[in-house]
């Protein structure tokens, strides 16, 4: 009670304050009124829907929506904040000089400037129409993102070969079947030899992908389809009436992955096998930094095959490749990724920016890293969770082309 106590009296404090710029621009009543009033709205869906209780401790679609557009409100109140309060320093100033120094009778402070407002206001538009456009339109944005990796030791057979990569599913998250229909379009439009899924298939539970079992069956590359779980998929942010009840929750979420179509890799290996070559899919259960599931076991994973072996490892958490990869002897040539989702939040330019409040949690935390030879992608995701959008970091859907010999030849 006391926190929801002080975040009241904080939102109500920020709201009057932004006020003052609306009041400074325009005097019609209305416009008035219908801040406050959505002020109130927002404020007020917000507490309903995070005092009702919820089958899992990761946001249902209508707290997530609630969350996102008090975010949306919340970004005019942050922005207008320092830029008033800049104005306000300043006006006192002003009144003070007047007073002590100019020696008037009467404390004078200026009046607020309405351009001041209205710069305040025009900043304070950008990130809260950006917010609302990731909601509506930006969480099913979705992009191919290709990449061509080059590797001394590929086998000659698999010279050219393709997969495709997606991972954060977030079935329980989802609401367009339309847009997800298309997306599922846009992987078989790839016609990549190998699909490879990351993990996190749901939020809370296995059911929450029963809507989605026919259109995600519909995938289709050459050599089939491979996935790992990720940390929401064990049923992990719910508080189960019993642990039989959490086991058998896991047990349907990897029976409907193989109605799909998808071969469950658990701490195990497949080899994929090509005009006498051969190349190892590797996958790991969640191993993840910090209070993450540390489910994953590289060395079981690869006990049946060779070091020299080429080597695609699937694991969850891009901090498993610090963590244990990178430096292990059998060297994983790619290691595919997913987890952070980019944050859902940032700014790419190819060539020039890339940037994201992930970068502050994880070293790699999208696109494709090297070191010691070795390279990860970490996939964006593919659906999304809690803020019910995405901005500048869109839904993505990876394709990764392999090249026998040197990036320089």
Known sequence: MTRWIIFIIIYILLTLYAFQAIKTVTKQSWLHYLF??????????????????SEGRVLSPAKSYALGFLLSFMSINLVLLPILLGEDIIRGFYGLYDKFIAKNEVLHVPSRRKFISQIGLGLAAIPFASLLYGMVKGKYNFRVLNYTLHFEDLPDAFDGYKLTQISDIHSGSFDNKEKIEYAIDLINEQQSDIILFTGDMVNNKASEMLPWKETFGRLKSKDGKYSVLGNHDYGDYVDWNSAAEKKKNLQDLKDIQKEIGFDLLLNEHRYLEKDGDKIAIVGVENWGKGGFKKAGDLKKASSQISSNDFKILMTHDPS?????????????????????????????????IKWSPAKWRYNQWAGIYEALGQYINVNRGFGFLAYPGRVGIWPEITVIELKKGSKEA
């Open 36 to 53: 406050l009033g959505l002020a109130v709205i927002v404020v007020g869906n917000f507490i309903i829907q995070f005092t009702v209780s």
């Open 320 to 352: 498993h490749w610090d963590a244990e990869v990178v430096n292990d002897d059998y060297h994983y040539h790619l290691t595919l990724s997913g987890h952070t989702h980019g944050m859902q939040f940032g700014i790419e330019i190819p060539g020039w």
